[in-house]
């Protein structure tokens, strides 16, 4: 996971697909997430816990923890849909 980090120690904000890196660059990114990735699995086995159980529930936990706001609600819902809303109560 160290090698990972090392990869984005310096490179600050990065935009999606890495559209500035070199191929051989993105190349390795893939090689230490893969590591990560291989690592995580192991270690859930190891531990008996069931990651994909476990990153589930841990997407619904977040979910209600930060809930989304009205603008980054669904997109294929209306802007008069939002207006006809009832507003959160603030209790």
Same mark, same amino acid.
């Given at each position: ?9 310096? !490179?600050?904000?990065? @935009? !999606?697909?890495?559209?500035?890196? !070199? ?43 930060? @809930? ?6 669904? @997109? ?16």
């Amino acid at each position: 996971m160290g090698e990972l980090s090392e990869i984005f120690q310096w !490179k600050g904000e990065v @935009p !999606k697909g890495l559209p500035d890196w !070199k191929e051989e660059e993105k190349v390795h990114v893939g090689e230490e997430l893969s590591d990560v990735l291989l690592y995580l699995v192991r270690l859930s086995d190891m531990c008996g816990v069931d990651l994909g159980k476990a990153a589930l529930r841990k997407v619904e936990l977040n979910a209600i923890k930060y @809930p989304k706001k009205v603008s980054e609600k669904d @997109p294929s819902s209306t802007t008069k849909d939002h207006a006809n809303s009832e507003p959160a109560s603030s209790s």
